[in-house]
Nanobody
Framework: QVQLVESGGGLVQPGGSLRLSCTASGSIFSIYVMGWYRQAPGKQRELVATVTRGGSTNYADSVKGRFTISRDNAENTVYLQMNSLKPEDTAVYYC???????????????WGQGTQVTVSS
């Protein structure tokens, strides 16, 4: 059983910062990509940022320069440092991992339960 456990969400004022963490655990052979997605009320889930094992990153244009994604491969953990937060960043943030559970096995997409980030004064 593979689980993604998130932490770090909460309420913050505009201009503030939050740091999200997500750790993958269970029977895992290799994690290829980890990332963060978010979904605001009435909107589709969208990519925020991803990072590969080798450190290649990808960001949504709306968060470039404000958010930083990083990964600790040894601990199967991904972080999202969010600075200069705006009300438009308010959403449920979901951790995502693309991984295989056995050598040569297919890649499987796993999701965390989601954590609420609210930016409001």
């Amino acid at each position: 059983q593979v689980q993604l456990v998130e932490s770090g969400g909460g309420l913050v004022q505009p201009g503030g910062s939050l740091r999200l963490s997500c750790t993958a655990s269970g029977s895992i052979f290799s994690i290829y990509v980890m990332g963060w997605y978010r979904q605001a009320p009435g909107k589709q889930r969208e990519l925020v940022a991803t990072v590969t094992r080798g450190g290649s990153t990808n960001y949504a244009d709306s968060v470039k320069g404000r958010f930083t994604i990083s990964r600790d491969n040894a601990e199967n953990t991904v972080y999202l440092q969010m600075n200069s937060l705006k009300p438009e960043d308010t959403a449920v943030y979901y951790c995502n991992a693309v991984l295989s559970v056995v050598p040569g096995g297919m890649m499987i997409n796993y999701w965390g339960q989601g954590t609420q980030v609210t930016v409001s004064s």
